[in-house]
């Protein structure tokens, strides 16, 4: 969904029937309307999913909570927020980031930050479009990720930890590659398909982690 921030931080969040922690009643518009607008697109995704209204708690540490039998994500980035859930019976794990496109030029400069030596390697042969597009959506892959391996692996991983090995922005279609064991089941080497949609000034990423065969 697309959402106005200065106007979904002043709603009563109660008139969506989404309860708000003291700390973020008392955090600024942004992040509020951020929280409200993302829990909006997991609530209709669960119910798009299931057929029923259901309720997404909140784990003590902030993370959403999802319905037993369901897993799932949630993304916001400057006035778009976005969710998906699937059945566990599908996938072991999800994860959705959406990012507005990354100018050339910064591009380059944060190259450091989040692409290994073979993504910058790669990313030395591209022109300047396609040097924001393979930055930003490398970067939106490794947080999609981390949101969909986390919770299985229940540890900590950062952009160096994984390498994208495959893009083709025409179909939409990559995949990622891990550079560091996370889990017997998750070790390195293990290589994951990603997904990537553009909506208008954003990329869309999605990863569904498998389940074990």
Do not use: N
């Amino acid at each position: 969904m697309r959402f106005d921030t200065a106007l979904l931080a002043e709603t009563d969040p109660s008139v969506y029937r989404i309860d708000l922690s003291e700390r973020l009643l008392s955090s600024a518009d942004k992040r509020r309307a951020e929280y409200v607008a993302g829990r909006l697109c997991a609530r209709q995704a669960l119910h798009d999913l299931t057929h029923e209204a259901v309720a997404l708690g909140q784990t003590a540490a902030g993370p959403p909570a999802w319905p037993a039998g369901t897993v799932g994500s949630i993304t916001h980035s400057r006035g778009l927020a976005a969710a998906a859930v699937a059945s566990q019976t599908s996938v072991a794990g999800l994860g959705i980031d959406a990012e507005a496109r990354i100018p050339a030029a910064r591009a380059h400069r944060l190259a450091p930050q989040i692409l290994v030596e073979s993504e910058r390697e790669w990313l030395a042969t591209l022109d300047s479009g396609a040097a924001s597009e393979f930055v930003t959506t490398a970067f939106s892959l490794k947080e999609s990720l981390f949101k969909a391996l986390f919770p299985l692996v229940q540890r900590r991983f950062y952009f160096h930890d994984a390498c994208l090995v495959a893009w083709d922005p025409d179909h939409g279609s990559a995949a990622i590659e891990l550079l560091t064991t996370l889990s017997s089941h998750w070790p390195a080497g293990r290589r994951l398909a990603g997904h990537i949609a553009a909506l208008d000034d954003h990329l869309v990423t999605l990863i569904a982690a498998p389940r074990p065969a």
